[in-house]
Structures are given as structure tokens and as C-alpha cells.
Nanobody, 122 residues
Framework: QVQLVESGGGLVQTGGSLRLSCAAS????????MGWFRQAPGKEREFVAA????????TYVDSVKGRFTISKDNAKNTVYLQVNNLKPEDTGVYYCAGDISTARVRGTPRYWGQGTQVTVSS
């Protein structure tokens, strides 16, 4: 089992930035790919970004390309999401997720965090 805990959310103005973190604990000796999802009010949860265990390959949803950057520090068992140039439509609960491959992360990942709220004011 792997436990994921997100942090770093908050209230920012349009154009602002945040750095979201996701700390993993438990069975972190396995090589998990990690990712981020978000859920806006009244909408379904959507994939945002994913990264391979090695950190060598990343993938993003088109709406965040050039603004968001996913990275990971395996020594700290932590994955990050740097979110820049935030827009009101980025508002939502951001969830960290993990599984054995980025394909699994983009689909139905096995492990989920509890989420961290990001609110962007106009």
C-alpha cells in the first residue's frame, strides 16, 4: 500500500503561481509513476499531468501545457506540480495519484491522495 498526501494549495489571483506537493509513504520501494488530476466544481475529475518513475518522461493535458510542470524527487518520495499563470478555470481540487506506469496513472490509478484545493480569483 502507498499513502499519498498533497499540500500547497491555496487562493491566488489570476496569473499567480503555486507549487503543489505530494508526499508518498508506505510501499515506496516500488517504482511508481505519478500524476495529478483535478476536479472543478460540478465537473468530472480530469487528468492533468503524469511523470514516469525515473522522471525522464512527462505528459500533460493540452490546457496546461506551458504553464504547469510536473517533477519528482525520488529521494524524498515526493512529486511536485508547479502551476504558473493560473486562470480561474484552473480552480478545483487537485489530486495526486500513483500506479505502475503512466498509462495506468492516466487511466484508473490505484493510489490517490485526499486532494488540495486551488482557487484562482479573477
Amino acid at each position: 500500500q502507498v499513502q499519498l498526501v498533497e499540500s500547497g494549495g491555496g487562493l491566488v489571483q489570476t496569473g499567480g503561481s503555486l507549487r503543489l506537493s505530494c508526499a508518498a509513504s508506505g510501499r515506496t520501494s516500488d517504482n511508481y509513476a505519478m500524476g495529478w488530476f483535478r476536479q472543478a466544481p460540478g465537473k468530472e475529475r480530469e487528468f492533468v499531468a503524469a511523470i514516469t518513475w525515473s522522471g525522464g518522461r512527462t505528459t500533460y493535458v493540452d490546457s496546461v501545457k506551458g504553464r504547469f510542470t510536473i517533477s519528482k524527487d525520488n529521494a524524498k518520495n515526493t512529486v511536485y506540480l508547479q502551476v504558473n499563470n493560473l486562470k480561474p478555470e484552473d480552480t478545483g481540487v487537485y489530486y495526486c495519484a500513483g500506479d505502475i506506469s503512466t498509462a495506468r496513472v492516466r487511466g484508473t490509478p490505484r493510489y490517490w491522495g485526499q486532494g488540495t484545493q486551488v482557487t484562482v480569483s479573477s
